[in-house]
């Protein structure tokens, strides 16, 4: 319990640094994938579709989890729905027209395999969250989905 | 404990509360919560105290400082002992920071340990950001702060789908999109459905969300594979030029986002659409639930 006059400086500064941090690793981080997949022959699917995304969501995954484990799974839930709504929706969007404004021929002709198995996966989680119960049978099962896509991707 | 301490913050770990690890920064704990069984609680009686400068009360019984007194190994104390125990694993990844930053600028040929470093590095920086929208979601408006919160969870995120556009990583962004859906649904509900179920036999949610998951979803994402050039491929026009197409047909669509590209309107060309309305949709009921009526509870 800080005593503060300013409620919304501590937020405002942590985000300027957090941000500014983030930048900087995430520039570290592309300018050695061409080294990576070229020199240590790791494909290019199984970094983007997999190792990339994860760094992206680590901390909202922790968030979502804590979540869950204190009994809030709607709001859990709700942290996951929103989040796969808020890329399909705008982050997508946004990164084809970026890439239109600054001249960098980015399309979205995503390979097959990566769109049967996200209409698959849609499906088995629509199937899961439709009797409105969960347990650890469920999660089990869609971690292991999750591990098979991985290893699919990692032989490309 | 002598007098003087009362009037600072008691120094016994406030319990973990039901809603997670962020209690401690909340200001309405009740001053029963935090003192120790064994220490006396602090008291708001007249006796008198050696005056420190101090001049309002907290609510709680504590006296306010004027000013800001910024007290650092205070507050990371504090931080260490609300975070739960994954992020403290993940505050533990903090001085992996300015090494990764320093190495790329030093020893830049050591190429994979600056992969690894770097992505260890983002993994506190991106939990600071969710910890800072958690906050401001307290103090904001309830439907804004979602939407506050929705959108700064995701920065991380467009960071680097924008720093990989600037490098001209095209397949990696095409299969880090789709790979960021997957993760999300799969390993993130898989991780939540596993942990939750083992702690608690089974839990139930609220129809809502688990009609917001299959429904819109599946609608959403199959509108995902439209945008690509598959139905003209298999249309079999000959003087298809693939890539030129595929990219007009991503951009306008883009723009459009999947509403009918044969009448545009000015609301599909100029805005985002159908993420508005599941915005607006998503908040209205929200918006529409009537305020708290006070004065009505004395029977």
Redesign the interface.
């Given at each position: 319990m800080l005593p503060t006059n300013h409620p919304f400086t501590k937020i405002i500064i942590s985000l300027a640094i957090a941000l500014t941090l983030i930048t900087m690793l995430a520039i570290n981080l592309v300018s050695e994938i061409p080294y990576i997949v070229q020199e240590r022959g790791l494909s290019e699917s199984f970094l983007g579709l997999i190792l990339v995304p994860i760094v992206e969501k680590a901390a909202e995954h922790i968030t979502t989890v804590e979540d869950a484990c204190n009994n809030h799974m709607t709001g859990a839930l709700f942290h996951v729905l929103g989040s796969t709504i808020q890329t399909a929706l705008f982050n997508t969007p946004l990164v084809v027209l970026v890439g239109w404004a600054i001249n960098r021929p980015l399309d979205l002709e995503f390979e097959l395999f990566n769109l049967i198995v996200l209409v698959l996966s849609i499906l088995v989680v629509g199937s899961f969250t439709r009797d409105l119960k969960s347990n650890y049978l469920e999660g089990s099962l869609c971690l292991i989905f999750y591990v098979l896509i991985a290893v699919g991707s990692y032989f490309d | 404990m002598s007098p003087s301490l009362l009037t600072d913050?008691p120094p016994a770990p406030p319990p973990i509360h039901?809603?997670?690890?962020r209690a401690?920064?909340a200001?309405d704990?009740p001053v029963a919560e935090i003192a120790l069984p064994s220490s006396p609680r602090p008291s708001i009686t007249n006796e008198p105290r050696p005056s420190l400068g101090y001049e309002d009360v907290?609510h709680?019984g504590?006296k306010?400082?004027r000013?800001?007194?910024?007290r650092p190994m205070?507050?990371l104390s504090i931080c260490w002992r609300t975070a739960?125990p994954?992020?403290k694993c993940?505050n533990l990844l903090w001085p992996l920071?300015p090494i990764?930053?320093a190495l790329?600028y030093t020893h830049g040929y050591l190429?994979?340990e600056?992969?690894i470093l770097?992505?260890l590095?983002?993994?506190p920086?991106?939990?600071?950001?969710?910890?800072?929208s958690?906050?401001?979601t307290r103090?904001l408006p309830k439907v804004l702060g979602?939407l506050v919160e929705?959108?700064?969870?995701?920065?991380?995120?467009?960071?680097?789908?924008?720093?990989?556009?600037?490098?001209?990583?095209?397949?990696?962004?095409?299969?880090?999109?789709?790979?960021?859906?997957?993760?999300?649904?799969?390993?993130?509900?898989?991780?939540?459905?596993?942990?939750?179920?083992?702690?608690?036999?089974?839990?139930?949610?609220?129809?809502a969300?688990?009609e917001?998951?299959?429904d819109?979803?599946?609608t959403?994402?199959?509108k995902?594979?439209s945008?690509?050039?598959y139905p003209v491929h298999f249309a079999h026009i000959p003087q298809c030029n693939g890539?030129h197409d595929?990219?007009c047909?991503?951009?306008n669509?883009?723009?459009a986002?999947g509403s009918n590209r044969t009448r545009p309107d000015y609301l599909s060309r100029h805005f985002?659409v159908?993420?508005v309305r599941?915005l607006y949709l998503?908040l209205l009921p929200d918006a529409l639930s009537p305020p708290p009526v006070r004065g009505l509870t004395r029977i």
């Open positions: - | 913050i039901s809603n997670g690890s401690a920064l200001d704990i907290h709680c504590f306010l400082a000013g800001v007194r910024i205070h507050i739960s994954a992020s993940v920071v990764a930053i790329q190429h994979l600056v992969f770097s992505y590095a983002m993994i920086c991106a939990n600071l950001i969710g910890f800072a958690y906050e401001s103090k979602h929705t959108i700064l969870a995701s920065t991380p995120e467009m960071v680097l789908l924008l720093v990989l556009l600037h490098k001209k990583q095209y397949v990696i962004i095409q299969a880090a999109v789709l790979g960021s859906i997957l993760a999300t649904l799969l390993l993130c509900l898989g991780l939540c459905f596993f942990f939750g179920g083992l702690m608690y036999s089974e839990q139930t949610f609220h129809g969300v688990s917001l998951g299959s819109l979803l599946l959403a994402y199959v995902l594979p945008l690509s050039p890539s595929s990219r047909l991503s951009r669509s883009s723009i986002n985002n159908p993420y599941v998503r």
